[in-house]
């Protein structure tokens, strides 16, 4: 099963700042995605990626397949984008296995 | 609008009073997923369709059922809730299983066990 490690788990910020989160996993994979979660609320995917880099807006993610490691970057953050910034991974090989879930890492952004 | 939705958004119950949660989807999509996620935890699966093939995660307990009528529904169903059931439930779409399934969520339901 993939192990799947985010850091840090906790990150404050001031607003303005530029952010990274960092995910790695243990095995190969067909998939990582990206998902946010705002308190109390669901969760939005924000990037799914099997290789190279993605940008949304101020949000880019990256994955280094021979490292196994993605990174997600904000630039200019800002208080709203304060959420649980979740990592997650499909195993590749098929199967049945779902999704293996980081425990996220606690952004908050300062004003 | 809301592509993946989901009822209620919470719901009080009973030690021991069956619980049903439902969720609704507007995108055609294959794969419908239900997740459990306790306070600061990781979401867990606890059952995944394809189609109308069902999977049941290993250490998914008995207590814990699914059905899915059609394409558009998927319903959890708690039969027995202990205080340990106590916390958001999520749907999940996908179109496809793995690289090209990019993931659509509900809002969650949160469920309270008293």
Redesign the interface.
């Known amino acids: 099963k993939n192990e799947v490690e985010q850091s840090p788990q906790n990150l404050t910020a001031q607003e303005g700042e530029f952010i990274t989160i960092n995910c790695s996993y243990s095995v190969g994979i067909?998939?990582l995605?990206w998902?946010q979660q705002h308190p109390?609320?669901?969760?939005?995917?924000l990037f799914?990626l099997?290789s190279g880099k993605k940008k949304h807006g101020r949000l880019i993610a990256t994955i280094n397949i021979q490292e196994k490691h993605s990174s997600l970057h904000i630039t200019a953050s800002h208080p709203r984008d304060s959420a649980v910034y979740?990592c997650a991974v499909?195993s590749?090989g098929?199967g049945?296995d779902?999704?293996t879930?980081?425990?996220?890492t606690h952004l908050i952004i300062q004003p | 609008d809301a592509m993946v939705i989901q009822n209620p958004r919470y719901q009080v119950t009973q030690f021991g009073k069956p619980v049903t949660l439902s969720c609704s989807q507007t995108l055609n999509h294959n794969v419908m997923y239900w997740y459990q996620q306790k306070s600061s935890q990781a979401p867990k699966l606890l059952f995944h369709y394809y189609d109308k093939d069902f999977n049941n995660e290993a250490d998914t307990p008995d207590n814990f059922q699914s059905r899915r009528p059609n394409t558009s529904f998927c319903f959890l169903d708690i039969r027995s809730p202990g205080l340990g059931d106590a916390a958001m439930y999520l749907c999940a779409t996908s179109r496809y299983w793995g690289v090209n399934g990019e993931l659509f969520f509900g809002e969650g339901s949160r469920l309270t066990v008293l």
């Open positions: 067909s998939a995605h998902l109390g609320g669901g969760i939005v995917s799914m099997s979740i499909n590749s098929g049945a779902g999704l879930f980081g425990k996220g």
